[in-house]
């Protein structure tokens, strides 16, 4: 198979861990006779230090002309609590989702058998929990009316039916595929868009006669993905509530650095590690670089390449058992591997 990719390395950590990701590509491609090709382009901080612009148009053409975007993270703290400087990194990655169209952002959260131990969560607790969060990504408070000055300020959330719609049928088709198994996550006791979220939903239930739905409050899921992980198959919930739940899962897979994810909708899918750019961490050879490379395993699999897709987490999973490990998952006393190592060593594994 031809793949062409645009590649979009990002800030901090982005340009160390997708070099990584693209070197098992190139492992894969050689050992499956696949062709990928890369184009690389910039966003974020980087970009607007080239040009002024996070999202710039270039990178936008080289989006859309790709068969998909393989991105890696954007945030620099020099743009924190600075109202000078008026345009932040992240407003390129909203551009970014917003201009392809990616409605429907894909989060798998599952546990590593060797990990277990590393979660601050009980292991019986956690033991087996595999459910997928389906983040709606180009709407609510990220994108509607903003206001602020120095007494004021005001972020709406705003979803149209038709918004509710089509990221409600991704999950309700994805219980369908899995096990049956729909929990719709809002604050339908406070907020009017939760109302309207719940009110779809229920008229869609009738469509979807297998699969089991439930509705509950975000402050209970927030708890309850912890104290009750297995209890999950499919959540489906809003942007805002998506961004935060899904980072709070990362107590369950073990580390922020284990989590890759997914991003459908009109235009060129995309996919990204849940985590940030991690700008501490630049340059230090220290970040985790498998949430990039399982991004990229998900990205085969979206283009049906499932054995590819499969030994690249075979890789993910032997690295770990092996204890090839960065830092933040590291066993007591053991070796030190980089971001450049713990890439060689999957390569290795890939080639041979
Ligand atoms: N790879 C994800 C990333 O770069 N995250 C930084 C960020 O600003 N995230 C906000 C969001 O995902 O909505």
Redesign the pocket.
């Known amino acids: 198979m031809k793949l062409n990719i645009a590649v979009l390395p ?2 901090g950590i ?1 340009p160390e861990i997708m070099p990584q990701a693209l070197h098992v590509l190139d492992a894969v491609a050689k050992k499956f006779n696949h062709e990928f090709t890369y184009h690389e382009a910039i966003c ?1 901080a980087h970009a607007i230090d080239a040009v002024g612009d996070p999202f710039p148009d270039e990178t936008f053409k080289t989006c859309m002309d790709a068969d998909a975007v393989l ?5 620099d703290p020099r743009f924190d609590n600075n109202p000078t400087l008026k345009v932040r ?2 407003t390129g ?2 551009a970014m ?1 917003k201009k392809l169209g990616l409605f429907a ?1 894909v989060r798998p959260v599952a546990t590593f058998n060797c990990l277990l131990h590393k979660s601050p969560l009980k292991e019986e607790l956690i033991k087996g929990a595999d459910f997928v969060v389906i983040r709606e ?1 180009t709407g609510g408070m ?1 994108f509607g009316e903003k206001y602020q000055d120095d007494e004021k300020a005001y972020d709406t959330d705003i979803y149209h039916r038709s918004e509710i719609e089509r990221i409600l049928k991704v999950a309700f088709e994805f219980a369908e595929r899995r096990n049956h198994h729909l929990t719709v996550v809002d604050k339908a006791n406070v907020l009017a868009s939760s109302r309207l979220w719940r009110q779809v939903a229920k008229e869609m239930e009738p469509k979807y006669p297998d699969v089991n739905v439930d509705y509950m409050f975000i402050d209970n899921c927030s708890m309850r993905v912890l104290t009750e992980p297995r209890f999950f198959d499919v959540i489906v919930t809003e ?1 805002t509530f998506g ?1 935060i739940l899904t980072d709070e899962t990362s107590a369950i897979t073990g580390s922020m650095g284990l989590q890759p ?1 997914a991003s459908l909708g009109e235009h060129t899918p995309l996919f ?6 991690w700008p501490q961490a630049a340059g230090k050879n220290l970040a985790n670089p498998l949430a990039q490379i399982l991004s990229a395993a998900m990205m085969l699999e979206h283009f049906g390449l499932n054995k590819e897709g499969a030994l690249i987490r075979e890789a993910c999973d032997q690295s770990l058992e092996q204890n090839v490990r960065t830092p933040e998952i590291q066993v007591e006393g053991g070796k030190h591997y980089g971001t450049k190592e713990v890439g060689e060593w999957i390569v290795n594994y890939i080639e041979n």
């Open positions: 990002g800030d982005g974020g991105f890696a993270a954007v945030g990194p992240e990655l909203l989702r952002n990504l990220y942007n961004d994810s990204e590690p849940v985590h940030g750019s």
